[in-house]
């Protein structure tokens, strides 16, 4: 006599063999499908959702610039109003830091070097802002508006707090800062949605509170940079392939997912071999070529189109625009392959740019990838090849640094993964989260002294010092490791940041320890309370998976 146990989505069927249809189940297969059962009675976490999201809004806007402070991402800027006004990318007036971003096009126009992505998407934004701020309005901020350092004048003035020039010009780049909020916003949910496929959710939602309030996530909201949106694209490519042995549509989102991150900046590119060896492993075997074609449809076609966009711009489907100008490449400091081990300090104990000072739960994180790998051992060994590999060639760059701004900028897209290991210590013993919830409120005071602060201005001030003393801050790196200018210690020294505070003064203290004290505390409190478990237990979440994958938990007995 022979049972065979047969498991399909969303709960398991149990088939038997003819002669012995009321037979018991194993134990094994019984427990799986009892706490199944169970976990679908449980009333589904909507409440941490709106409880993390809430939060993270609450937190962004009140400390939020309100203007755009990088050249960076003063060009996405003006290619975002270029295509919402004209139909093309193609911009029509230069930086103050002339040709910076720039690249002249096959027909004569001036094409901005970044991922095409986020001037597409934000175009309509641009849009929806431009009607509203015509007549006077700013958004949540008091006008006239906070000065956006690249636009209507010498970034001189801009940092000296004079007057605007043109007050809508600055409006209309406070609108534009907004749309960061948003992403970050569905970068913190994707990423809930991502870990939900390797811990419980509330462990999950733990996690994205943990991203989106104790991590370079908050100070980014505040940015117009494109790293955020392709790392959003990043945790949805992953958290399909997580899922493909599930749904069948998982791996033709993951390729597509991860096709939009490229578009949104070329260093997603790195993803490629961990996502790709992602949907091979959660594939069942007999479905594995199926697998890998969906994932190579989907990723060819965003990848295609930005080939097309590249070739209509600049010729060639490979030329982002950054190899048209040799001048401007060396001028400007586009990457070219150094030694990498001065860009490895740098990224990980840099006083300028250092994961440890910058984003430190990122290395608790990765300090626990052992916990993660006794769950998920090819995901344990897959993120930490990635985040070798990926801090490898970024420190091969001579940009590894990313420029101005707050932390490691080029780093970004890793530190949600970062973050996978400390959930599977979380979710194992529950008595953690007293610790979790610590170590949230005093990551939350550090990265909201990040953002009380102004880091672009402070480094451009900084910047103009060391050349009045006859210094050359960017030789050897100099402005990124030295400790004397480091932001992580001295921020407070230089303007203020939140739109609030324009009547500020530098080294003004009087708001700041409320402030980092409130963030602490309300970060910790929410965590707490997040993570906090049903009183039902649940299944192990590599128990659930197995539960759900079709032809993946047949079990026979003789």
């Not at 449980?42 to 409440?47: E, V, Y």
């Not at 939020?64 to 270029?82: F, I, T, Y």
Request: with cysteine; net charge positive.
């Amino acid at each position: 006599m022979k049972r065979s146990f047969t498991t399909s989505e969303p709960t398991a069927v149990i088939q038997s063999a003819p002669d012995a249809p009321h037979s018991a189940p194993s134990s094994l297969a019984a427990s799986v499908l009892s706490a199944e059962l169970e976990r679908q009675r449980l009333p589904r976490p909507s409440w941490r959702a709106v409880a993390v999201l809430a939060t993270c809004l609450v937190a962004w806007l009140s400390l939020h610039h309100g203007a755009l402070r990088s050249p960076d991402c003063e060009v996405q800027g003006r290619a975002c109003a270029a295509l919402a006004t004209t139909g093309s990318t193609a911009v029509a007036h230069e930086l103050p830091w002339r040709g910076f971003g720039l690249a002249t096009g096959t027909d004569g126009g001036r094409y901005s070097v970044f991922g095409p992505l986020q001037p597409l998407l934000c175009a309509p934004w641009w849009s929806v802002a431009s009607a509203v701020s015509g007549a006077g309005a700013v958004g949540p901020y008091p006008d006239p508006p906070r000065n956006s350092l690249y636009a209507g004048g010498a970034i001189s003035l801009h940092i000296g707090r004079a007057p605007v020039a043109n007050p809508n010009d600055h409006r209309m780049r406070a609108w534009l800062s907004l749309f960061n909020v948003g992403v970050c916003l569905a970068l913190v949910a994707a990423f809930a949605w991502l870990a939900q496929a390797l811990v419980r959710p509330e462990t999950a939602w733990t996690g994205a509170a943990l991203l989106g309030l104790g991590t370079l996530v908050w100070p980014f909201a505040g940015t117009f940079f494109s790293e955020p949106l392709a790392t959003l694209f990043d945790m949805l490519a992953f958290g399909a392939a997580l899922r493909v042995g599930r749904h069948r549509w998982a791996s033709a989102v993951s390729g597509s997912a991860l096709g939009l991150a490229v578009s949104a900046h070329v260093t997603a590119v790195l993803f490629l071999p961990a996502v790709a060896t992602l949907v091979w492993l959660r594939s069942a075997p007999d479905l594995r070529r199926r697998a890998a074609a969906g994932w190579i449809l989907g990723l060819a076609v965003p990848l295609l189109a930005l080939g097309a966009f590249n070739a209509a711009r600049f010729g060639s489907p490979w030329e982002t625009g950054r190899g048209v100008d040799p001048r401007a490449a060396f001028e400007f400091g586009y990457g070219h392959f150094v030694d990498p081990w001065r860009g490895l300090f740098g990224l990980t104990l840099g006083a300028g740019k250092g994961l440890l000072w910058y984003a430190p739960l990122c290395v608790v994180g990765l300090a626990c990838i052992g916990r993660l790998a006794r769950r998920e051992r090819a995901v344990a060994w897959i993120l930490g090849l990635s985040v070798a590999s990926w801090a490898l060639v970024i420190a091969a760059r001579s940009d590894w640094h990313g420029g101005f701004g707050p932390g490691p900028r080029l780093l970004f897209q890793l530190v949600p993964l970062c973050l996978l290991p400390l959930l599977a210590w979380v979710d194992t013993q529950p008595e953690r989260r007293a610790v979790v919830a610590a170590l949230a409120g005093l990551a939350a005071m550090q990265q909201a002294f990040f953002v009380l602060g102004e880091p672009f201005a402070f480094l451009q001030l900084t910047w103009h010092a060391y050349e009045q003393r006859g210094l050359a801050a960017f030789a050897g790196d100099r402005i990124y490791f030295d400790w004397i200018i480091a932001p992580v210690l001295h921020l407070h020294a230089g303007p203020p940041g939140p739109w609030w505070s324009r009547a500020a003064s530098a080294g003004d203290e009087s708001l700041a320890l409320p402030i980092l004290a409130l963030s602490g505390l309300a970060t910790a409190a929410l965590v707490w309370w997040v993570s906090a478990r049903p009183t039902t237990a649940e299944p192990e979440p590599s128990a659930r998976v197995q539960a759900a994958e079709p032809n993946q938990a047949a079990v026979n007995t003789p």
